[in-house]
């Protein structure tokens, strides 16, 4: 009888050391994360910067919004007492949706090891992969409460893809590899969401200025931008689409694609439908077609039919505004001292992508769809991609920025707030001040 009682008592003993480490976890546990966004001005790639490794580094990263994992340069000065390769057959693999095992001949380092698992990583910008071995290492990132960065956490075995020098080719200077926030189980999202047991939701706040930063969020709103405002509380709402088929520049046979694509129906210029062949807005078994969202690329990208049907509609529209020669990538320029400007930007006629219904749309504002390309020169900030385009609309970095993103993984809808200008907020208002 002592007996079991003594024995209950330590068992509960146990139990309270063993809990109460984790119970000190609970309440401490952020809500959400935060990450710093710069816009690169040589190159107009979206840049994040992580520490990682033990002891921990700076590693500047693309941001690539449809990238399956995080890839870095393990080849050139990567150093950490805390790197880990992933073991074939571990859960590791199994999680990363690996399906290639192998052997390194090379003399064993970081990216060098026997018997792991490997990725594919690519980089989008030259549609490039290769093979690199999957491993572990820690990270850290800010929390927050939505309003001002709090103390740093740490996930300790943050999973990524070891990549390879040649891979960062067309990255912004001082690039170590790419950031991917994509729909897999080891994108940044769901390893935060996962790690933190926190909403497996994450928002994007790109700026549009070089010298100011915007945000990534993750984890649920509030995202409160300078002056106070909470701009989760005015999103609208589009089911987000699988693609079954990859979109990477490599990857596994039958891996669906990691991006993120939405159903737009129409496009309205002026509140006037533009008339598309609209076989070509839905993806087909092949996985061709549709419209999806990249950080990736600087400017939207159209199928060359839609892109004409757009050029030549946007134009109708403003036919009393003196047009200039053309300057490349664009397709419609304008001589901008006949333009005059709003709060959301030069003032020219408001560009609709309608969605799952005629009264859900995605506005676009001269200062989304103008880009001034000289000092009396506004051209139509989208280009042509030519026939038989992989996706038919690529909405790319200049259409997102100062408009935010929320993106949720578990019910697979995106939440966007069109031009922040008309809350008379931007993505660069949020205050990195630490409280
Ligand atoms: C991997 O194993 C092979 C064969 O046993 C060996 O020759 C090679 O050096 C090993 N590579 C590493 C990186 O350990
Ligand atoms: C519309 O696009 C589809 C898919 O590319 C193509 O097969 C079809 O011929 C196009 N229709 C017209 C009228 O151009
Ligand atoms: C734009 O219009 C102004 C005023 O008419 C003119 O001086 C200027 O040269 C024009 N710019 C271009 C690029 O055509
Ligand atoms: C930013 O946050 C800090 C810390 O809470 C605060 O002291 C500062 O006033 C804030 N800045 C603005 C412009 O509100």
Known sequence: MAFSHNFFLFVCLLLSISISPSIALTSSRPKALV?????????????????????FVPVKLT??????????????????SSYKPARCRSAQCSIAGSKSCGECTSSRRPGCNNDTCSLLPDNPVIKTATIGELAQDVVSIQSTDGKNPGRAVSVPQFLFACGKAFLLEALANGVKGIAGLGRTRISLP?????????????AICLSSSTRANGVVFFGDGPYVLLPGKDVS??????????NPVSTAAATFAGDPSAEYFIGVNSIKINGNAVKLNTSLL????????????????PYTVMETSIYNAVIQAFIKEVKNIPRVAVIAPFGACFNSTFIGSTRVGP????????????????????????????????????????????????IGGYQLEDNLLQFDLAKSKLGFTSSLLFQQTTCANFNFTSN
Not at 37 to 53: F, G
Not at 63 to 80: A, K, N, P, R
Not at 190 to 202: E, G
């Open 63 to 80: 941001l690539h919004l449809g990238g399956q994992f995080i890839w870095v340069d393990c080849e050139q000065g990567y150093v950490s």
């Open 233 to 242: 509380q005015s999103l609208i709402y589009t089911p987000l689409i699988l």
């Open 282 to 297: 839905s993806i087909n078994k092949q996985g061709f077609g549709g419209t999806k969202i990249s950080t990736v690329n």
């Open 35 to 55: 990450l710093p966004v710069s816009k690169d001005s040589s190159t107009q790639q979206y840049l994040a910067q992580l520490n990682q490794r033990t002891p």
């Open 190 to 202: 769901s390893q935060f969401s996962a790690a933190f047991s926190f909403d497996r939701k994450f």
């Open 347 to 394: 003032a020219v006629p408001q560009i609709d992508l309608v969605l799952q219904s005629s009264n859900v749309f995605w506005r676009i504002f001269g200062a989304n769809s103008m880009v001034q390309v000289k000092s009396d020169v506004l051209c139509l900030g989208f280009v042509d991609g030519g026939f038989y385009t992989r996706t038919s609309i690529v």
